[in-house]
């Protein structure tokens, strides 16, 4: 198909390690992004890595890729309630960085 | 400070009443994108421009126009809005094929 899908709710508890999942659709995505969306605000990019790469580290953040299932996850170590926020998923269709596919976004809760 | 800035952030307006919606960057990129935000299904691509007098058509273009007549500048333009058009919309920039998107803090449109 030619959606990115994420699941759309996730609660973790302060504390915890969160995992945002997505598949993507197009095999040939050079980039995949996560970005973050506070309330009332516009979208902060998180964090992105290559197509050739299987895993990036960030601080608390994981990204990690399987090109085979198509599956990108986010991982968010120690999450804090700052982390509360709509998290998107994204991949980019040419080789240009401009052509883009978002997730419909994952919503975290972090619960004290 | 490094920005990308909208206007106007709020409006309301009526079936067929034409209106524009700047959107300004002050980073020198050459990439810029308009998006709409919709619950559910995230963000989607309008247009993107890769530079001055270069726009091609994302997603869902129909109901909208573009022009890119300085690097700085991309105003997003319904000739005639329909209330399926009510959306968030996102302007954004980004420099070099990375596809690191800088993210305006959003117009939200009402059409009645």
């Known amino acids: 198909g030619e959606d990115v899908e994420q699941s759309l709710f996730l609660s973790v508890r302060e504390g915890d390690s969160s995992v945002i999942n997505c598949t993507y659709t197009?095999?040939?995505?050079?980039?995949l992004y996560w970005y973050k969306q506070e309330p009332g605000a516009g979208l902060q990019l998180l964090t992105y890595?290559?197509?050739?790469?299987d895993m990036k580290q960030d601080q608390r953040l994981t990204v990690l890729l399987n090109k085979k299932d198509k599956h990108l996850s986010l991982r968010i170590a120690d999450t804090q309630t700052g982390d509360s926020a709509i998290y998107f998923c994204?991949?980019?269709?040419?080789?240009?960085?401009?052509?883009?596919?978002f997730g419909p976004g994952t919503r975290l809760s972090v619960l004290p | 400070e490094a920005q990308v800035t909208q206007n106007p952030r709020y409006l309301i307006t009526v079936t067929g009443k034409k209106l524009t919606v700047t959107c300004s960057q002050n980073?020198?990129?050459?990439?810029m994108s308009w998006y709409r935000q919709d619950p559910g299904l995230g963000l989607r691509q309008i247009y993107y421009?890769?530079?001055?007098?270069?726009?091609d058509k994302g997603d869902v273009p129909e109901g909208y126009k573009v022009s890119r007549k300085e690097k700085r500048n991309f105003p997003l333009i319904l000739e005639s809005p329909s209330p399926n058009q009510t959306s968030l919309y996102f302007c954004?920039?980004?420099?070099?094929?990375?596809?690191?998107?800088?993210f305006g803090p959003g117009t939200r449109l009402t059409v009645l």
């Open positions: 954004a920039s980004s420099i070099g094929t990375s596809g690191k998107q800088f």
């Open positions: 197009d095999s040939s995505s050079t980039y």
């Open positions: 890595i290559f197509s050739n790469m």
């Open positions: 994204a991949e980019s269709r040419d080789n240009y960085g401009q052509n883009f596919v």
């Open positions: 980073m020198n990129h050459e990439y």
């Open positions: 421009s890769m530079n001055v007098e270069v726009t």
